[in-house]
Each structure stands twice: as structure tokens, then as C-alpha cells.
């Protein structure tokens, strides 16, 4: 199955976390305020159709607009078994979606979901700390976590902020708060160094 991508770049805004690879035809539409794109990755081997519109014009969902009718027009050309993905974290989109799917065209959206952020020689130490303690001895509240914290920094001259780096856990998915309790999952997350 090909798949045509796309992408609303004022919603996107880099392509950072989008695989590529899996696109045969990519058509980016952006709006006038837009100068660079960011792009880290090139799509697979071989050849990609990779095309840009910048709009002229600025407005309350113009691009919407743009892309809706790109996809209409390029909905009459495409074979039957091409499927569209709208990248864009707009459920705006939703409505064409689901009629384009009662057309038998397939399509969904695609919202990019960025890496949990990499963690701090300060982060990764206390996630070591923590995997050395047994479970029933790790702090079970937020507040218990950052005293904690502070404990283990509390001769340095300028600790890190036990409050950062809880919420820090929290994105990169080490710690889930669930009716006031801390849930660890030490082994997840992005527990690179930044």
C-alpha cells in the first residue's frame, strides 16, 4: 500500500518525530509566517515526492482549508489503494477524515508524539539511587520524592530543584502519580544523558 502524507506544518512544526520512511508522497503545507523547515531525517531509500506550499495569506484555519482541498484534488488522482495521512494534532480534521474513509479511501491522522526528554546527570542519579532502594522503602508521595530529593543534594551549593526533576520523571514516564501515590517505572523513559 502507498501512503501519501499530508502535513500541517503550523500544527507539526518540524518533522523531527514522524517516520518518513513509510511515505511515498509528502506534500507540506505551511503558513506565511514560516521561514525554515526542520527536517533531521530524510525520507527512506529511494525516491519520496516531497512537495511545499507556503501560503500567501494568514487566517483562522486557512490552512485547514489549503490542506483539505489539496487532499480533495489529490484524492481524484490517487489509485483506490493509496491511503492519506494527515499529520497534524488538529482533531479538526476528524470530520474529512471519517468522510473520506466512507469513500473508501483510507485515511487517518497521525499526531506526533515527541520523545520523553532526556534526563540530567542530577536525574539519572536519582533514578540509581532509587533502583538501589527496595520498593516499599522509595518515597510514595510527590512531597515525600522531593524532600528526598533535597536529601541526597543537600551538600551541594546549588542543588537542582526537587520540583524539576519530578516533573522531569513525569515526562519521561519514571514516575506516574495516581491518587496522590507515585508509581515508578525506573527502567522507562529516556534515560539518556542531555
Known amino acids: 500500500m502507498?501512503?501519501?502524507?499530508?502535513?500541517?506544518?503550523?500544527?507539526?512544526?518540524?518533522?523531527?518525530?514522524l517516520d518518513l520512511s513509510k511515505y511515498e508522497r509528502m506534500l507540506v503545507i505551511c503558513g506565511p509566517q514560516s521561514k525554515?523547515?526542520?527536517?533531521?531525517?530524510?525520507?527512506?531509500?529511494?525516491?519520496?515526492?516531497?512537495e511545499f506550499l507556503r501560503l500567501a495569506t494568514q487566517g483562522r484555519d486557512n490552512l485547514d482549508f489549503h490542506l483539505a482541498f489539496h487532499m480533495?484534488?489529490?484524492?481524484q488522482e490517487a489509485k483506490q489503494h493509496v491511503a492519506f495521512h494527515i499529520i497534524s494534532k488538529d482533531h479538526g480534521y476528524d470530520?474529512?477524515?471519517?468522510?473520506?474513509?466512507?469513500?473508501?479511501?483510507?485515511?487517518?491522522?497521525?499526531e506526533p508524539t515527541p520523545p520523553p526528554p532526556k534526563l540530567s546527570q542530577d536525574a539519572l542519579r536519582i533514578?540509581?539511587?532509587?533502583?538501589?532502594?527496595?520498593?516499599q522503602n522509595?518515597?510514595?508521595?510527590?512531597?515525600?520524592?522531593?524532600?528526598?530529593i533535597q536529601n541526597k543534594f543537600e551538600k551541594r551549593k546549588n542543588p537542582p530543584k526537587p520540583e524539576n526533576l519530578i516533573k522531569k520523571f513525569q515526562q519521561a514516564g519514571v514516575i506516574t502519580v495516581r491518587n496522590q501515590k507515585l508509581n515508578y517505572s525506573l527502567e522507562a523513559g529516556n534515560l539518556s544523558r542531555t
Open 127 to 135: 533514578i540509581s539511587l532509587l533502583k538501589k532502594c527496595p520498593e
Open 72 to 75: 480533495g484534488r489529490l484524492h
Open 95 to 110: 470530520g474529512l477524515i471519517q468522510h473520506l474513509n466512507d469513500l473508501k479511501r483510507s485515511c487517518k491522522r497521525i
Open 2 to 17: 502507498s501512503i501519501w502524507a499530508f502535513i500541517d506544518y503550523e500544527n507539526v512544526s518540524n518533522f523531527e518525530h
Open 36 to 50: 525554515t523547515l526542520k527536517i533531521d531525517q530524510l525520507p527512506g531509500q529511494g525516491f519520496c515526492r516531497l
Open 138 to 148: 522509595r518515597p510514595g508521595s510527590e512531597v515525600s520524592l522531593e524532600k528526598w
